[in-house]
């Protein structure tokens, strides 16, 4: 389970997030592309862009269901953005 009170400055503010458990596997930047980046230089990913979209949405939960080490949320709202 993801903790956004761990997840990477880099997310976008939102829903989903990626926190300091992530190991730069690159599957979530495959399954969700538009929505995930990968920060080379420091070796994980992060969100560059909550789901705009029913299809965007769909890919960045099989993203989530997907990670390995089950770093990336769904529940990082509570910070101004609206949750749907
Ligand atoms: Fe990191 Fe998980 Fe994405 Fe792999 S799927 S890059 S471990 S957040």
């Given at each position: 389970?993801?903790d956004?009170t761990?997840k990477?400055d880099?997310?976008v503010?939102?829903k989903?997030?990626?926190?300091?458990e992530?190991?730069?596997c690159?599957?979530?930047?495959?399954?969700a592309?538009?929505?995930?980046?990968?920060d080379?230089?420091?070796?994980?990913?992060?969100?560059?862009?909550?789901?705009?979209?029913?299809?965007?949405?769909e890919?960045c939960?099989e993203a989530?269901e997907?990670?390995?080490?089950?770093?990336?949320?769904?529940?990082?709202s509570?910070?101004?953005e609206?949750?749907?």
């Open positions: 389970m993801a956004k761990n990477y880099e997310n503010p939102g989903f997030y990626v926190d300091k992530c190991i730069a690159d599957a979530c930047v495959m399954s592309p538009d929505n995930f980046g990968m080379d230089d420091d070796g994980h990913a992060f969100v560059i862009k909550q789901p705009g979209s029913t299809e965007e949405e890919q939960l989530m997907g990670c390995p080490v089950e770093a990336i949320g769904d529940d990082g509570g910070n101004g609206p949750t749907d």
